[in-house]
Each structure stands twice: as structure tokens, then as C-alpha cells.
């Protein structure tokens, strides 16, 4: 099977913009997490989607959003860029019947290398 | 606040034994413990998972004690090619909302 996927691997960016992030599961995979990874503050959980509906959610800030479509794959959307978004954005995938919720394990993609200048 | 807290680092010689322990308190009731590896500008690699007592399989031991806040990786034999940094998660109930939570990592050096 084929791991999980996103594009663009790598991103620059200026103040101001907005950025689309896109993840493909594994298939079969229905649940899509997304995280932010910096030095400074590790690996944060940004917002899990399970069947197209957001059902959890990390202490980001509204220009922070996403979405899921009906064959699994997920966008994450930052509006209105800081310097302080430039990072490593991961997308993990898992099973994830809703009640299996935090006993599936959750397999990552690469990541997408965000700058913004 | 909730917070899942590792060793900054830990460095061993090749053919040693590693354990690296995640403290994490208000884990969800029924929620697994996973540990990641992670390598320079790549997604983290799924070592294990369990939920208590101990779990074994072909790369890792997990061993998690009754009151489940706190779980040990443990990495039988290191490589020079297990120097990454190694991630714990959980999945946390604060204030009625759940999130997942990732340790702060370790970060292993495997010494010749």
C-alpha cells in the first residue's frame, strides 16, 4: 500500500498570504490529523477530521482551518501568513472508526516545509 | 496544562540497551500510548503501541506501569542507524476536550 502523501513537499511564502496544504490517507484510512512541527515548539496537534467533519481540535488561531472530502484526502488552509508559521506541517492517517478514537495508530507523511519570508 | 515531558537527549554505545521514559499525565482513559522515531526532515516512523503492561515486537519493548502516566521505550541492541529523535504520543482529556499530545523528544546519539 501506499503511505501517506503531501504536497507540495516544500513551500515558500511572503507575509500575508494564504498557503493550501493537501494529504492523501492510506487507503482505507478515514481518519486525517494534522500537525505543526518547529524547533521551538515540537510537534503540535493542529485538528483531526473523521469522515469529513472536524472532531478535534489543537490551540491554534482561526487563520488555521481544514477540511476533508469525501474520499478521505485533506486541504489545511493558513490565511493571512507570520514568520512565525514557517514550519514542518505533517499529516497522519489512521483507520479511526470514531469510537476506535486514540487506539488506532496514526501513520505520517513526509511533511510539507513551509517558509514564509 | 497538560504536558507530556522526555530526556532533552540520551547518548548510548552500539549493542546497548536504551530505555527512554515519556511522563504524561491526564492520558484518556482508554487511550493507546505510540512511540515515534524521527529522522532529519522526514515524517515520524511508528516503533509501538500499547496501552498497558508491556508490549513487545521485532524493534522495541513498550512497558507502561499500572497508573498509566508515565511509559519506557526500550531499544534492545541500538545502531548507529537508531540516532533520531524519538516521540511519544498520547491522546489527552483536559477540560473536557481531547487532543492528541506529542512528547518533547528525545533526542538519541548511538555512539561506535
Excluded at chain 1, 74 to 90: C, F, I, K
Excluded at chain 2, 56 to 62: F, M, P, Q
Excluded at chain 2, 81 to 95: E, H, I
Aim: contains cysteine; proline residues 4%.
Amino acid at each position: 500500500k501506499a503511505g501517506v502523501t503531501q504536497t507540495p513537499r516544500y513551500l515558500i511564502k511572503t507575509r500575508g498570504q494564504q498557503v493550501t496544504l493537501s494529504c492523501s490517507p492510506i487507503s482505507g484510512h478515514r481518519s486525517v490529523s494534522w500537525y505543526q512541527q518547529t524547533p521551538g515548539q515540537g510537534l503540535q496537534f493542529l485538528f483531526e477530521y473523521f469522515s469529513e467533519t472536524q472532531r478535534n481540535k489543537g490551540n491554534f488561531p482561526g487563520r488555521f482551518s481544514g477540511r476533508q472530502f469525501s474520499n478521505s484526502r485533506s486541504e489545511m488552509n493558513v490565511s493571512t501568513l507570520e514568520l512565525g508559521d514557517s514550519a514542518l506541517y505533517l499529516c497522519a492517517s489512521s483507520l479511526a472508526e470514531y469510537s476506535t478514537r486514540g487506539t488506532d495508530t496514526q501513520y505520517f507523511g513526509p511533511g510539507t516545509r513551509l517558509t514564509v519570508l | 496544562l497538560a504536558k507530556t515531558t522526555q530526556p532533552i537527549s540520551m547518548d548510548s554505545y552500539e549493542g546497548q540497551e536504551v530505555n527512554i521514559t515519556c511522563s504524561h499525565n491526564n492520558i484518556a482513559t482508554n487511550d493507546y500510548i505510540t512511540w515515534y522515531q524521527q529522522f532529519p526532515s522526514q515524517g515520524p516512523r511508528f516503533i509501538i503501541q500499547g496501552y498497558k503492561t508491556k508490549v513487545t515486537n521485532e524493534v522495541a519493548s513498550l512497558f507502561i506501569p499500572a497508573d498509566r502516566k508515565s511509559s519506557t521505550l526500550s531499544l534492545p541492541r541500538v545502531s548507529l542507524s537508531d540516532t533520531a529523535v524519538y516521540y511519544c504520543l498520547v491522546g489527552l482529556t483536559t477540560s473536557g476536550t481531547y487532543k492528541y499530545i506529542f512528547g518533547t523528544g528525545t533526542r538519541l546519539k548511538v555512539l561506535a
